[in-house]
C-alpha cells in the first residue's frame, strides 16, 4: 500500500507537499508573495519527509533523531493548518457582496486574513530551516534506513527455563504430540531432529546454514556455499530418504517461509515440520505447504493463570493472603490468560508491599501506561518487536485505538471512517478508501494486535477491542509522539509538546469530564467523547477538526452544535444516539464533510444547506427523517440509510435515480402518513423502482429493503448490478421470476410463504449466489429437494429457517459441493423420531460443510433429546465431520 497521507511518522508531511503543489499551480498565480515562500519551502520539506520516513525504519532513535522527528512532526501538522486557512480565504465563494461598499469590506477583509496567514507561513518557513540547520550542526553520525536494534528477544531465555516452572501446557502438549503422531507410529522416534528461531529480520542464508548444520551435525563453517540455492539443495540431499522433526520458531512473513520450506523433501517416512508465528496468514500458508494443520494458543484458564501468578509471588496458589485473593483475581481477569501481562504484573506487583491498597493501584493502572520496571520493560520490548514491523499506515492505524478507553467496546465501520477522514487511509488501485480500510483492519487482526468480536450471523466481524496490555503499550508510544491526548477529568495524559493533535475525552475516576482550560484547542484534528457530560467546549475552538465523534452522548443538545459551521476541515461527524432534534443551516458551510451519522437521533427534517456537503459519501438517517429536494447534488454519496419513500417528494424519489456513486441503498417502504405527503402509494412505488432501475445501471451493489412485500411482488426491472439483496417483513407468495435475472448476487435474503421445488430451482441458477437465507411463513407441502441440477454450484452458507418445520429438505449427491455452514431450525413436534433415520436429510452429501448450526424447539424434552442424538449421528456421516452446534 503506498504511504499513508498522514502518519505518526511522518505527521502531515505528505499533504502539506501536496498543498504546496497546488499553491503553485495557475490557480493562484496572482499571489506571487505567497508562492515564493511555497517554492522555497518544498525542497527543504520533500528531504525531511524522505528522512522521516527512512527513520520511521528505525526501532531506537538517538534521543536527537527523535527531538528532531517531533518539532518537523508538529511544524507539519503547523504549516497544513497555515495553508488551509489560506486556501479557505482565497476560495471563499459564499461571501455575497450587497452593494459597491460591501464588496470593498469583504476584499479588504480577505486581503487582511491573507497577509496575516502569509506572515504565519513565512514564520513557519523560518522554524523549519532553523530545525534543520540545528539537526545538522549537532549530529555526528549519519543514520540509515537499515539501523536495526540487535536487543534480545526477551523470549529467547525462555527456552532455558526448567520444566517444571511451566504452566498450563499438559492439554496444549497432548493435542500437539497428537496431531504430530496422526497415527503414524513412526513419530515416536526421530533420529534427525533441529530448532532453529527465524525472527523478524531475518538472514535467511545463516537460517540455512545453520538447519544444515543442526541436521548433518556438521560445523557451521562447514556449511558455507557460494548461493543460498546450493545451501537448499544440500539440505534437500541430506534429508531425503530419512526421517526428521524440525521447529521453526517465530517465522514473521510468508515470503521468508517460501524460502526455507524449499529446503524439506517431500518423504513418506513420518517426517514431521513445526513452525510458529504470530501471523494467521504464515501459519496457512505454512499448513498449506504440507498439508498440515494450524494449532491456536489459547490463553490460559484461570486456574492456570492464578498458578502462573502465585508462583512468581509465593510458593504456591494456597500461599496468598486472604485479603488479597479478591484483588488477585481482578488482576488476573484483566490479564485476560495472557501469560506475558501475567509475568509482567506478577514482577511489578514483587516490589511493591503486599497491602490491598498497593495492589488495588497496580489494577487500577492496568491499560493506562503503567509504571515501568523491568518485567514490564521486558513485556514493552516484545510487544515492540510486533508494532516495527508494521508498514508507517498501519503503525498510525494501531496508534489511534489509543483514543479508546479500556476495554471500550470498538465498532469496526465507526473506526474505519475516522481512519479515512484523519488521512490515514490512501486508495490504492481499484478498492475504495473504504475498501482499503478494511484491508488495514484485517492487517491489524492478522497479526493480533486488536481482539475481534462479535460477528453477525454471515461471519461478518462488526466489533473489536484492545487487550489493556496492548493499550497500555500504544498509548505510551502515542504521547510519545504527542498523537494522542487523553482526558479522564482528573487525569490527564500528555506528551512534552504544548499543542493537542487529537483529545480523547473520558470518563474520569469522579464520573467527571472536564476539559482543563490550560488545554489549547484550536489545533486538535480528531475530538473523540466517551462520556455522557454536558460539559463539552464551544466548537468554535476546534477550527481545525476533521473527526467529531459525539456518539452515546445521550445529553449532546442542539446547542452544542453552535458554530459547527466553522470547522472548515471537519471530514466525520457522528451524532448517534445523541438528543439532536436539528441541524443548523451552517452545517451546508462543511464542504470538507464526508460522513454523517444521525441514527438514533431526534432528527425528523434535513436542512436545505445539506445538498451543498458535495463531498458526503456517507449518509445514515433514521427511516422517519424527511430530506430536501436536491439531493442529486451530492453525487460523491455512496451510502445511504435509511429512507421511507413515503415521507419524500416526489422530486426527491426521481433525483435519488441520479445518483451514479450510490453503492449501498436501504429503504424502509413502511406507509406514514404524519408527514403531510399527499403523493399516491402507486406514484410513490413507480417512481422508486425507476430510480432503482436506474442505480442498477450505475454503481448500486447493495439494497435492503422493509416492508417491500407489495411493491417488490410488482413486475419490474430490478438493478442487474446488485450483489446483495436482502429483504426483511416482505414475505412474496413464492420466489419471483424477475430474481433470476440477478446475475451478479452474491448474498440474498427473502421471506416466502410456503417454498416450492421450482422456487429452489430459480435460486439454485443464480450463478455468483454465496450466502441464501430463506425465511418460510409456512412448511413446505412436499419434501424438498436439492439436487446437482439444482445450481447452488457456488453457495458457502445456507441458513433455512421455516416456522413449524421438521426438515422437509432433503439433499442429494452432488448438491451445494461448496456449503460449509448449514443453519437449520428442527420442531420436534412437528417431527416423528421413532426411525434411526428421521433426521437424516443428507448431511453426508456435503463435501465441504465446516459448521451446522441447529436450533432445536419442542415441548417434549424426550423428543428433544433425541432430535439431539439424531442430529449427532447425522453430523458423524458426512466424511468433513462438521462441527455441530446447539442454538
Not at 441520479?658 to 436501504?666: A, G, S
Not at 403523493?679 to 413507480?686: L, P, S, V
Request: hydrophobic share 40%; charged share 25%.
Amino acid at each position: 500500500m503506498e504511504a499513508a497521507l498522514v502518519s505518526a511518522a511522518t505527521g502531515a508531511l505528505r499533504p502539506v507537499l501536496g498543498k504546496l503543489a497546488a499553491l503553485l499551480g495557475d490557480k493562484y498565480k496572482r499571489f506571487k508573495g505567497v508562492r515564493k515562500e511555497m517554492k522555497s519551502l518544498t525542497d527543504e520539506l520533500t528531504a525531511m519527509h524522505n528522512f522521516l520516513l527512512r527513520m520511521s525504519e528505525v526501532e531506537d532513535p538517538d534521543v536527537q533523531d527523535k527531538a528532531w522527528m517531533a518539532e518537523v512532526r508538529e511544524l507539519s501538522y503547523d504549516m497544513e493548518d497555515a495553508i488551509d486557512e489560506f486556501m479557505l480565504c482565497v476560495d471563499d465563494k459564499d461571501a455575497k457582496p450587497d452593494g459597491f461598499m460591501d464588496k470593498i469590506k469583504i476584499s479588504l477583509g480577505k486581503m487582511r486574513a491573507r497577509h496575516r496567514i502569509g506572515s504565519e507561513i513565512q514564520d513557519l518557513k523560518k522554524q523549519i530551516i532553523e530545525v534543520g540547520e540545528r539537526n545538522t550542526r549537532y549530529k555526528t553520525r549519519e543514520v540509515f534506513a537499515n539501523t536495526r536494534n540487535t536487543a534480545v528477544d526477551p523470549r529467547a531465555l525462555a527456552i532455558f527455563e526448567h520444566a517444571s516452572k511451566l504452566v498450563g501446557i499438559d492439554e496444549p502438549m497432548n493435542e500437539i504430540i497428537k496431531l504430530l503422531m496422526h497415527d503414524d507410529g513412526r513419530v515416536r522416534t526421530q533420529p534427525l531432529k533441529a530448532f532453529l528461531s527465524v525472527s523478524r529480520n531475518p538472514d535467511l542464508m545463516n537460517i540455512m546454514r545453520t538447519i544444515l548444520s543442526r541436521v548433518s551435525n556438521q560445523d557451521y563453517a562447514s556449511t558455507e556455499a557460494g548461493s543460498i540455492q546450493q545451501v537448499i539443495i544440500n539440505i534437500t540431499n541430506f534429508l531425503a530418504g530419512k526421517r526428521y522433526l524440525i521447529v521453526v520458531d517465530d517465522i514473521w512473513d510468508v515470503e521468508t517461509w517460501n524460502v526455507i520450506k524449499c529446503a524439506f523433501p517431500m518423504t513418506s517416512c513420518g517426517s514431521r515440520i513445526v513452525t510458529t508465528s504470530r501471523m494467521n496468514n504464515v501459519a496457512h500458508s505454512c499448513c498449506s505447504s504440507f498439508s498440515g494443520y494450524i494449532y491456536n494458543i489459547r490463553s490460559l484458564n484461570m486456574m492456570h493463570s492464578r498458578q502462573l501468578f502465585h508462583r512468581r509471588l509465593f510458593t504456591s496458589v494456597e500461599d496468598c493472603p486472604t485479603h488479597l485473593k479478591d484483588v488477585a483475581d481482578q488482576i488476573l481477569e484483566k490479564c485476560v490468560g495472557l501469560p506475558l501481562a501475567i509475568i509482567a504484573i506478577s514482577g511489578l506487583l514483587a516490589n511493591r508491599e503486599s497491602t490491598k491498597d498497593q495492589w488495588d493501584q497496580v489494577k487500577n493502572s492496568i491499560g493506562h501506561a503503567l509504571e515501568r520496571n523491568p518485567t514490564v520493560e521486558g513485556m514493552m520490548k516484545i510487544l515492540s518487536l510486533s508494532y516495527f514491523d508494521l508498514p508507517p499506515h498501519l503503525e498510525t492505524c494501531l496508534l489511534y485505538l489509543s483514543t479508546f478507553p479500556e476495554d471500550h467496546i470498538i465498532k469496526k465501520i465507526d473506526l474505519i471512517n475516522s481512519w479515512i477522514a484523519e488521512g490515514f487511509i490512501p486508495k490504492e488501485g481499484t478498492h475504495t478508501v473504504h475498501e482499503s480500510g478494511e484491508m488495514c483492519f484485517n492487517d491489524l487482526a492478522n497479526r493480533n494486535l486488536i481482539q475481534l468480536g462479535g460477528t453477525d450471523k454471515y461471519g461478518l466481524v462488526k466489533i473489536c477491542r484492545v487487550h489493556d496490555t496492548i493499550l497500555d503499550f500504544i498509548i505510551s508510544k502515542s504521547i510519545e509522539e504527542n498523537f494522542i491526548t487523553l482526558d479522564g477529568g482528573s487525569n490527564l495524559t500528555t506528551g512534552k509538546q504544548s499543542k493537542v493533535r487529537r483529545l480523547s475525552l473520558q470518563v474520569g475516576k469522579q464520573g467527571n469530564s472536564v476539559i482543563p482550560t490550560s488545554l489549547v484547542l484550536s489545533h486538535v484534528r480528531s475530538f473523540n467523547v466517551f462520556s455522557d457530560s454536558r460539559e463539552i467546549p464551544s466548537l468554535d475552538q476546534f477550527r481545525h477538526l476533521r473527526v467529531l465523534n459525539f456518539r452515546n452522548c445521550y445529553q449532546l443538545g442542539n446547542y452544542h452544535l453552535g458554530n459547527i459551521g466553522r470547522l472548515f476541515q471537519l471530514r466525520y461527524l457522528n451524532l448517534r444516539n445523541t438528543a439532536v432534534s436539528n441541524l443548523p443551516e451552517q452545517i451546508g458551510h462543511l464542504r470538507c464533510l464526508e460522513m454523517i451519522d444521525l441514527r438514533n437521533t431526534n432528527v425528523r427534517e434535513l436542512p436545505e444547506a445539506i445538498v451543498n456537503l458535495r463531498k458526503l459519501v456517507h449518509l445514515l438517517v433514521e427511516t422517519r427523517v424527511k430530506f430536501p429536494d436536491g439531493i442529486a447534488k451530492i453525487q460523491a454519496l455512496e451510502m445511504l440509510k435509511e429512507v421511507n419513500p413515503f415521507n419524500q417528494s416526489l422530486n426527491f424519489l426521481v433525483e435519488l435515480g441520479q445518483l451514479k456513486n450510490l453503492r449501498n441503498l436501504h429503504l424502509d417502504l413502511e406507509k406514514e402518513s404524519t408527514t403531510g405527503n399527499t403523493m399516491g402509494a402507486k406514484e410513490c412505488k413507480k417512481a422508486i423502482a425507476s430510480s432503482l432501475h436506474k442505480l442498477g445501471t450505475h454503481n448500486l451493489r447493495s439494497l435492503t429493503v422493509v416492508y417491500g412485500d407489495n411493491f417488490l411482488q410488482e413486475p419490474w426491472c430490478p438493478p442487474l448490478s446488485l450483489q446483495s439483496l436482502m429483504l426483511y417483513w416482505s414475505p412474496f407468495p413464492q420466489v419471483p421470476n424477475w430474481m433470476s435475472s440477478l446475475v451478479n448476487l452474491q448474498q440474498l435474503r427473502l421471506e416466502v410463504e410456503g417454498l416450492r421445488q421450482d422456487d429452489l430451482c430459480i435460486l439454485g441458477a443464480l450463478p455468483s449466489l454465496l450466502i441464501l437465507d430463506i425465511i418460510g411463513v409456512r412448511k413446505s407441502r412436499d419434501r424438498l429437494r436439492v439436487s446437482g441440477e439444482v445450481g447452488f454450484r457456488c453457495l458457502r452458507m445456507f441458513f433455512y429457517y421455516i416456522q413449524d418445520e421438521g426438515m422437509e429438505l432433503m439433499f442429494a449427491a452432488g448438491s451445494m459441493p461448496k456449503l460449509e455452514k448449514l443453519r437449520i431450525n428442527v420442531d420436534t413436534d412437528e417431527i416423528k423420531l421413532r426411525t434411526s433415520d428421521a433426521l437424516n436429510f443428507g448431511m453426508d452429501n456435503l463435501p465441504c460443510l465446516i459448521t451446522v448450526e441447529c436450533a432445536l424447539r419442542g415441548r417434549v424434552r424426550s423428543a428433544l433429546e433425541a432430535a439431539r442424538d439424531a442430529m449427532v449421528r447425522a453430523a458423524g456421516t458426512n466424511p468433513n465431520h462438521p462441527s455441530l452446534i446447539f442454538v
